[in-house]
């Protein structure tokens, strides 16, 4: 049976672009494989800790190798708990909408909670940095307001730290089979922002049928 993590980053559930592209995935996927068990993570809801003293105390110590005091490791399983659900997942699916040419900042909250030492990457002086996540396939749905094209207005070249920033991310975890769904344009007209739900729509299947051929 195949694990399907579904990391939801947009607060709006009815038109969220990013949504809409993913469950286009979803569902195609699920038709090649009805035992797909599918876990959805919606970081508006979820009551993302604070990355407090504790926690942050708990990082350090565990970095110099002195043992946690109680509150620490309650924090610090706090943080283990979460990142268990991508431990979990054989197959990651993120909505992400642009924000401010980058991510919302609940997902960078998400992030910075669980990209931790010894729960998602390791390392040592001989082998350095290794991500933890390993022979995972993450599916990105990225969803942008504007145009991102060369030569348009907001050129992805300069104004998107979006798909660069999750993908660095991804590869830093252990996750390096990474695909990439784009829907650009949505706040530029309803008849461009529905011709472009629909091509990313064709996208999405296209790549639920390619990953199970
Ligand atoms: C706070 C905020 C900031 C945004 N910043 C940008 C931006 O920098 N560039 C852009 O193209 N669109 C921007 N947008 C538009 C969104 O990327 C667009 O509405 C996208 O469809 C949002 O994803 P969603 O439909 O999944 O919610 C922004 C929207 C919000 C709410």
């Not at 926690?55 to 706090?78: C, E, I, V």
């Not at 708990?81 to 998400?110: E, M």
């Not at 390791?122 to 995972?136: A, T, V, Y």
């Not at 907001?154 to 979006?162: G, L, R, V």
Request: with cysteine; proline share 5%.
């Amino acid at each position: 049976m195949t694990t399907l993590l579904h990391i939801q980053c947009s607060p709006r559930k009815q038109r969220s672009a990013s949504l809409e592209t993913a469950r286009h995935f979803i569902d195609r996927y699920r038709q090649h494989r009805p035992q797909t068990q599918v876990e959805t993570l919606d970081l508006w809801s979820l009551p993302l800790p604070e990355f407090d003293e504790e926690a942050m105390n708990a990082k350090y110590a565990g970095l110099s190798g002195t043992p946690l005091t109680p509150a620490q490791q309650n924090a610090w399983d706090g943080l283990k708990a979460l990142a268990a659900h991508l431990h979990r997942a054989d197959v990651l699916v993120l909505s992400v909408p642009l924000w401010n040419f980058s991510i919302p900042y609940k997902l960078k909250h998400f992030i910075d909670l669980v990209s931790q030492k010894d729960i998602l990457f390791s390392f040592d002086p001989e082998r350095g940095l290794q991500g933890l996540l390993k022979g995972k396939t993450a599916v990105v749905a990225y969803a942008r307001g504007m145009d991102f094209s060369g030569g348009s207005l907001t050129p992805a070249a300069t104004f998107d730290f979006q798909k660069p920033y999750v993908e660095a991310w991804l590869n830093f975890i252990g996750v390096t089979d990474v695909h990439g769904l784009t829907v650009e344009k949505t706040i530029l007209g309803e008849d461009v922002d529905r011709a472009s739900r629909s091509a990313a729509a064709q996208q999405a299947r296209a790549l639920a049928d390619a990953l199970n051929r």
